[in-house]
């Protein structure tokens, strides 16, 4: 963890009258997970999406720092551009997954690769192999409906990773869990990443999801109020 993966530079954001991030800098290093907390409209999840490229800041900077290349000016880029970045550079987990429920297990994980121009072929094969991976083999041809929630955001992690993405965000990823599924999806999380000396950022009210991550960081009124290791 020698190096950053992500900068944010003074960064603000506001909608309408409302000032969601109110100045923010923050480094990630590469193979950190950090874990961002707070509580409902703290800013944590407008922050997330900011770093990620979703939605542009209303002032500052967010660069990446992909591994042997130039840094990106991710606030820099237009509309196309971010979302070629998201589609290639980043992965995301969500808390319900946002996986296409006529799509089988396979086909969800394998579409982002495809997307990408990967053969259909090769890309199924891919993500067979990532399922197979996080404890799915076998379920590959269940629709997701067919599956509990912990298997459907396995399919998400497995959705995450397939592209090589370096850099994965996921926003209350355990949030619809209960406490045994937490825990194993986090496990499944860390290892497919950090496991993989990749970075993890995670938005979460969950403190024993946070407690599993290297650092955390504490939002409040938009602002980072602490950045803790924890014990």
Known sequence: MNAPVIEAHALTKDFGTTRALAGIDLTIMRGESVAIMGASGSGKTTLLHVLAGIVS???GAVSFH???EHAIDVTGLGESARSRLRRERFGFVFQ????????TAVENVALASMINGIARKDAVAHA???LAALGLAGMEDRRIGELSGG???RVAIARAQATGAELVFADEPTGALDSG???EVMDALLWST???GRTLVVV???ADVAARCSRTIAVRDGRIVSAAVPS
């Open 151 to 153: 298997q459907a955001q």
């Open 194 to 196: 950090t496991g993989q």
């Open 57 to 59: 800041p209303s002032s």
């Open 204 to 206: 979460t009210h969950d």
């Open 96 to 103: 319900q997954g946002l996986l296409i429920p006529e799509l």
């Open 66 to 68: 992909p591994a042997g």
């Open 128 to 130: 067979a192999s990532w």
């Open 181 to 183: 599924t937490s825990t």
